[in-house]
């Protein structure tokens, strides 16, 4: 009674963990699953459960040494088939390999030529901003130098109106150059008033 209780407990957790797994979200074991289920099997080779003991011992070493070599040529097939397909893997990753590096040569000449493309248009922005510089700071050098001879300019007629008005006001107006002659000659020639 107990053993039959336990094994319908059994079944019950090994059908509740079957329909815990059928209804997992897990990618792995639905994939596992599926496989198990489109897996297609081989055909049943013909050498299983086909062996029949002969009565004379040299008949069934001729029947072995015959199903070893027929097995041996089999072996040999199927490794050569490997070896192909193997080999055709390798042609067809390594062609996919100089697609994808062509396709990176590509680009990277691409993104080269843009980055030319973009440096050479910098350049011709920074002469053109240059070239813009270089006119604003000669045309303020040229106002500043037209200012500064204004201002000379300005203060030369100045110094021009004082000594005009300094040459009114005094009745007896002495030239520059000779100034100093006349000095000399007040101190040497001393007029009592």
């Known amino acids: 009674m107990a053993f ?12 509740s963990d079957y329909l815990l797994r059928s209804f997992s979200t897990s990618t792995k074991s ?3 699953n599926n496989h198990q289920q489109t897996h297609k099997y081989l055909e049943a ?5 086909s062996w ?34 193997v080999e055709l893997l390798r042609l067809e990753k ?3 390999d100089e697609a994808k590096r062509e396709a990176l ?29 270089r006119q604003t700071l000669m045309k303020e050098r040229a106002e500043k130098l037209e200012h500064w001879r204004m201002m000379e300019k300005t203060r030369e ?3 021009n109106e004082k000594n005009e008005l300094i040459r009114r006001q005094s009745p007896m107006w002495i030239d520059e150059k000779k ?14 008033l």
């Open 179 to 192: 100034l100093e002659e006349k000095l000399l000659d007040a101190i040497v020639n001393t007029t009592p």
């Open 94 to 96: 390594q062609r996919k």
């Open 157 to 159: 007629e100045k110094k």
């Open 45 to 49: 080779n013909a050498f299983v459960g």
């Open 4 to 15: 039959a209780s336990r094994s319908a407990i059994r079944n019950a957790t090994n059908f």
């Open 105 to 133: 040569r590509v680009v990277n000449e691409e993104r080269k030529k843009l980055k030319a493309e973009a440096a050479k248009a910098r350049a011709e922005e920074r002469k053109v901003a240059d070239e813009e510089f």
């Open 30 to 32: 639905a994939h596992h």
């Open 52 to 85: 029949e003991a002969p009565k004379d011992p040299k008949e069934a070493q001729a029947r072995l040494a015959l199903l070893r070599r027929d097995y041996a040529k089999k072996v040999k097939q199927v490794r050569k088939n490997y070896i192909q397909e």
